[in-house]
């Protein structure tokens, strides 16, 4: 069981960044790939980033490509979203996701452990 809670959303101007972070209950966290989605009003939720247990692979989303990183510590049990050069369309709901079991990285369906959710606002 992993639960998560996520932090760090506010309200920015474009060009500005922010961290996100995702602390999580359990004591496998190593053990699980986490990923980042976001959903913003009449979308869908959208895959943002994601990252293996130790790290190694790495995936984003071709929108935040270059802007944002997805890093984790799990001495911790925190992963982490920087973004930066923030743009009004990146303006939504961002959730922290977990998972163990599988290879699948993209799809909400790929992540049984969800987070409540933190609001980013970009003004322009």
């Known amino acids: 069981q992993v639960q998560l809670v996520e932090s760090g959303g506010g309200l920015v101007q474009a060009g500005d960044s922010l961290r996100l972070s995702c602390a999580a209950s359990?004591?496998?966290?190593?053990?699980?790939?986490m990923g980042w989605f976001r959903q913003a009003p009449g979308k869908e939720r959208e895959f943002v980033a994601a990252l293996s247990w130790s790290g190694g692979n790495i995936y984003y989303a071709d929108s935040v490509k270059g802007r944002f990183t997805i890093s984790r510590d799990n001495a911790k049990n925190t992963v982490y979203l920087q973004m930066n050069s923030l743009k009004p369309e990146d303006t939504a709901v961002y959730y922290c996701?977990?998972?163990?079991?599988?290879?699948?990285?993209?799809?909400?369906?790929?992540?049984?452990?969800w987070g409540q959710g933190t609001q980013v606002t970009v003004s322009s």
């Open positions: 359990g004591r496998t966290f190593s053990a699980y790939r």
């Open positions: 996701a977990a998972d163990n079991a599988g290879s699948k990285w993209f799809s909400i369906i790929d992540y049984y452990y």
